[in-house]
């Protein structure tokens, strides 16, 4: 993966721990929030601030020589931010335009679209972030965007609110001057002809998943 400035890792499903050490070999800062940091540590990647309320990541954990010279922020358990959302804003304070969170789908329903609509937040701050878990990706565009993947690869675009979709090229099922609706999956389940799709979004906002399905 190209250079990016922060990789958040999450409490969600277990990510690959191979992709997770070249994830943070690109990135500038690691930010674990809670159980990210277990995973993190199996992985042997130093981490750089651990966030959240720790309600997740064993106590023994916290006593890891590996974190020695890491920042712990610990925040109570009785708060209004998510410890992703946390995560996110830290990686903002320090100056991060691009952001990838690891372990950010799988365990909760409720977590998973508390993350997506992060994303959305940090794509209208002007930040580049993604959600990647082994070949699957989420983020979420705007304007004309691209979409890069191997050819055959499915691709789901999903209305954030209202959009419409000015033109789209490199897809199995051409999508132009229509809208796509907030209440029917029109978008799901499209395919990838060419190694990059293009996508003019002409009002709104979509998020558009890979699902990197075997």
């Known amino acids: 993966m190209r250079a990016f400035d922060c990789l958040i890792v999450l409490g969600g499903a277990r990510p690959p721990l191979e992709q997770l050490r070249g994830l943070a070999q690109a990135a500038r800062w690691v930010i674990a929030a809670d159980k990210g940091a277990e995973y993190l540590l199996e992985a042997q990647v130093p981490i750089d601030y651990l966030v959240g309320d720790m309600?997740?990541?064993?106590?023994?954990?916290?006593?890891?020589?590996?974190?020695?010279?890491?920042?712990?922020?610990?925040?109570?358990t009785h708060k209004d931010d998510t410890d992703a959302m946390i995560a996110a804003e830290l990686?903002?304070?320090?100056?991060?335009?691009?952001?990838?969170?690891?372990?950010?789908?799988?365990?909760?329903?409720?977590?998973?679209?508390?993350?997506?609509?992060?994303?959305?937040k940090l794509h209208?701050?002007?930040?580049?972030?993604?959600?990647?878990?082994?070949?699957?990706?989420?983020?979420?565009?705007?304007?004309?965007?691209t979409i890069e993947g191997e050819v055959g690869d499915t691709v789901s675009l999903f209305p954030l609110g209202r959009a419409h979709i000015a033109?789209?090229?490199?897809?199995?099922?051409?999508?132009?001057?229509?809208?796509?609706?907030?209440?029917?999956?029109?978008?799901?389940?499209?395919?990838?002809?060419?190694?990059?799709?293009?996508?003019?979004?002409?009002?709104?906002?979509?998020?558009?998943?890979?699902?990197g399905e075997d």
Do not use: W
């Not at 691009?98 to 409720?110: C, E, K, N, P, Q």
């Open 91 to 120: 990686a903002l304070a320090l100056g991060a335009g691009s952001i990838v969170f690891a372990a950010a789908l799988g365990t909760r329903l409720d977590h998973m679209l508390g993350n997506i609509q992060i994303l959305y």
């Open 167 to 211: 033109d789209t090229s490199g897809l199995e099922y051409p999508v132009m001057d229509a809208d796509l609706p907030i209440d029917r999956p029109l978008g799901v389940s499209n395919v990838l002809t060419e190694p990059q799709a293009a996508v003019t979004v002409e009002n709104g906002y979509v998020l558009a998943v890979i699902p």
């Open 124 to 145: 209208r701050d002007g930040v580049r972030a993604q959600i990647v878990q082994g070949r699957a990706r989420a983020f979420v565009g705007s304007g004309c965007f």
């Open 55 to 76: 309600d997740s990541l064993p106590p023994e954990r916290l006593q890891d020589s590996a974190l020695a010279h890491t920042e712990v922020k610990r925040y109570p």
